[in-house]
């Protein structure tokens, strides 16, 4: 009969069934959590505390429909081990609106920007990142910057309109749908 030293050496898994005690702040509510070490974030959000708006696309961190952002970052949560996030505050879509629509949200449904849906709560949690972030300037700029959140139907160009948009009204010029009207 093998060790337990043995065991383990086969399944790493079966060296610890332990939980770690983590807390975070989910969209502005104090949580406390026990969690196993190999939990990532996402699977944290959507399976433990029924936030299904992230969604779980490649599992490998390349299409950034698991997007949120954790201390004012975009995070592919998908690659995220929720233990090293404890002590974070987590935005996600659902995080958002508070009495109505986050000016980002509005503006993708006022331009058009998901076809299917499944990477809009992606890539609209990274436009909001983005925006506050403030380094994109162009359409340019902001495509390189929401590189990482694919869109399969492809709707980037209403995508980028509806980011530019909101950039426009923060920065106090007319939206493009102002301008149009």
Known sequence: MPSDSATAAIDPVAQTTDTVAITLTVNGQERRLDVAPWTSL????????????????CDHGQCGACTVIVDGQ???SCLTLAVVKDGSRVTTV????????????????EHDAFQC????P???????????????RTREEIREYMSGNICRCGAYTNIVDAIEDVMKQRAGAPSTLEAAE
């Open 117 to 120: 849906g499944y990477c809009t």
């Open 122 to 136: 992606g890539q609209i949690m990274s436009a909001v990142a983005l925006i506050e972030e403030g380094r994109a």
């Open 94 to 109: 659902e995080g958002l609106a508070e009495g109505g629509l986050h000016p980002v949200q509005a503006a993708f449904v």
């Open 74 to 76: 975009r995070v592919n």
């Open 42 to 57: 996402l699977d944290l959000l959507r399976e433990e505390l029924d936030l299904t708006g992230t969604k779980k696309g």
